[in-house]
């Protein structure tokens, strides 16, 4: 439940776009440009000035230039217990320096009420996350990973943020490799009704084996093709068998998942495929769909290529597959943000269905409106060779096998740091896989996704630097800060005051009232890393704090373990947003 708490940016914003309406009435809309910074002269500016100027300059004007335009802004500011102070630099920037006192309050009320009365609000009431995805009968790979866990945080960020967000697994469950597929089960077993996950063993293997029958025996090749349409045309044998096969993957997805945390809803390609028809009609009665070469094809301004929805043998593809979904999501869920995760080699296909979907008038042709959707791109993993991650077979890399040895090399590390002796063996399982799990998705989130990234073990897992394991050290420290006082911090909420006299308790409570602006830039964006960035520079800033300020013993003790709190409950919902389970002790 957030309350009516915004933040600092957009109380600033109000109370801004106030004085700019004093300042130039004739100038109509005039969008506060509020950012923080990090001068000296103030915590957050505003940098409306030189706009206005060349929007008035040469008119009826009373101002002889920006710098005039700036204090007249910071005049005509309203009264508000927000702001200490203000000054003009430069070109007419208005600097705005915040209250200490309120500061301190904001923090105070946060700790009472609970954090989730930061949360941002965003202009969107429902969003689907189209993620992870997939493919039946094959095992997920290294490729998965950054699907899952960018699209986990997103999601995260936007349920955070009180969007209810519809999490949809996209996987590939249907198309021309379950015809060999299918076969390859009639023939190996007999009883092939009754076979189960232990029978059919590592399905890795058996798409392996199907696909090498498929490719050296013509007569098998007929049958799986045959097999395709058999299964398309819905007969109950093949739909049996194709049930039964997505099945057994699905129980594997699942495993990772679980281990994950990952939470997300099946509805994969073949979900879509009874709408296709109707939307291809629809698309066609608005002169969208024409005929080229067999095909049927949408012809899109901008691109050289045209979109093909309906191949030249009759069947539908990926265009077809995706224009349905998005008018499913549409009109039959409601979402008004369709957020697609996948690498970044699928950015063409996803703008030419974006694009057809505008022309259609399901998405707005403003990019600042919604409905719209939009493609979260993604680089590829690299190994120390900086080609893609491989195992030393050449083989794609297992995600299971990657999160056993992740999980297994801190426990290693924890044993050897002498926690053996004084942990339990559960105490021991479920840190090593909080370090390890949270270690591989931090690694990959802190990084702009559009990047390629180097997957490092040795990096990843290093307690010095901006990793994960650092961060979770860093937390750990604050709850044994807290412990080690003695204080029962809730009675400290409710008795206690803060107090940000020292530059440093200010410095990391101004941090802190941040937290809410920047998971909302991150969300409007679609950019993890910028939360990471917080996260980390949070983790500084209250280094920088523990190092000069006192803590327990000194007269600012209940203040400043107030502030601790603070810092960790906003550490703590970080993670919660990276997926990451928090330590409480190392």
Request: net charge negative; glycine share 6%.
């Amino acid at each position: 439940m957030a309350n009516e708490e915004e933040n600092v940016k957009r109380k600033l914003a109000k109370l801004f776009e106030v004085a700019l309406k004093v300042t130039v009435p004739s100038v109509a809309d005039v969008e506060p440009l509020v950012a923080a910074c990090t001068g000296k002269f103030g915590d957050y500016q505003c940098n409306n000035a030189m706009g206005l100027w060349s929007k008035i300059k040469g008119k009826e004007t009373e101002f002889k230039g920006p710098p005039a335009v700036g204090q007249a802004i910071m005049r005509n500011l309203p009264q508000s217990d927000i702001i200490e102070s203000c000054s003009v630099a430069g070109p007419g920037f208005v600097n705005v320096k915040l209250s200490r006192n309120w500061m301190a309050q904001s923090i105070q009320r946060m700790l009472i009420d609970g954090i989730d009365t930061w949360a941002p609000r965003l202009p969107v009431r429902r969003a689907v996350v189209d993620f992870s995805s997939p493919n039946i009968a094959k095992e997920m790979h290294v490729g998965h990973l950054r699907s899952t866990i960018i699209g986990d945080t997103i999601a995260r960020m936007l349920e955070f943020s009180c969007v209810e967000v519809l999490r949809r697994n996209h996987v590939g469950d249907w198309g021309t490799q379950f015809g060999m597929l299918i076969e390859f089960l009639f023939e190996k077993f007999s009883n092939w009704e009754d076979v189960n996950e232990a029978a059919i063993g590592d399905l890795q293997e058996f798409y392996k084996e199907s696909k090498k029958r498929f490719d050296s025996d013509p007569d098998f090749k007929e049958r799986a093709q045959k097999a395709v349409v058999r299964l398309q045309g819905g007969e109950q044998k093949y739909r049996k068998a194709w049930t039964q096969i997505c099945e057994i993957s699905r129980n594997e997805f699942n495993r990772v998942y679980q281990r994950l945390r990952v939470q997300l809803e099946e509805k994969g390609e073949s979900f879509y495929n009874p709408y296709i028809p109707a939307v291809l009609e629809e698309l066609t009665s608005k002169n969208l769909v024409e005929d080229s070469q067999g095909a049927r094809v949408i012809f899109l301004e901008g691109f050289n290529i045209p979109l093909i929805v309906v191949k030249s043998d009759g069947g539908y593809n990926y265009a077809s597959t995706d224009l349905a979904a998005i008018w499913y999501r549409l009109n039959e869920e409601k979402a008004e943000w369709i957020i697609y995760v996948t690498d970044v080699g699928q950015q063409q296909h996803f703008d030419m269905v974006f694009k057809a979907a505008k022309r259609a008038g399901w998405l707005s042709t403003d990019d600042n409106a919604y409905p719209k959707a939009s493609h979260v791109g993604f680089g590829l993993v690299l190994g120390d060779d900086k080609k893609r991650f491989r195992t030393r077979s050449s083989e794609v890399v297992r995600l299971a096998d990657l999160l056993d040895e992740a999980k297994s090399r801190c426990k290693t590390t924890l044993i050897e740091r002498g926690k053996g002796d004084e942990w339990t063996e559960e105490e021991l399982e479920q840190t090593a896989e909080a370090l390890g799990y949270g270690a591989v998705k931090y690694a990959d989130l802190k990084n702009n996704r559009l990047t390629n990234y180097t997957f490092s073990f040795d990096q990843m897992l290093n307690d010095k630097g901006n990793t994960a394991v650092y961060l979770q050290y860093a937390h750990a420290r604050i709850c044994s800060i807290i412990r080690k006082s003695g204080k029962d911090i809730e009675e400290l909420k409710s008795m206690g005051a803060i107090v940000l006299d020292h530059a440093d308790e200010r410095a990391l409570g101004l941090h802190l009232l941040q937290f809410s602006e920047v998971v909302e830039e991150a969300c409007t964006n679609l950019l993890p890393n910028v939360l990471c960035e917080y996260l980390y520079n949070l983790s500084e800033f209250f280094t920088t704090f523990y190092s000069n300020c006192q803590v327990v013993g000194s007269a600012e003790e209940t203040s400043r373990l107030l502030l601790c709190e603070a810092t960790a409950t906003v550490m703590r919902k970080c993670f919660y947003l990276l997926g990451i389970v928090p330590v409480y002790k190392i």
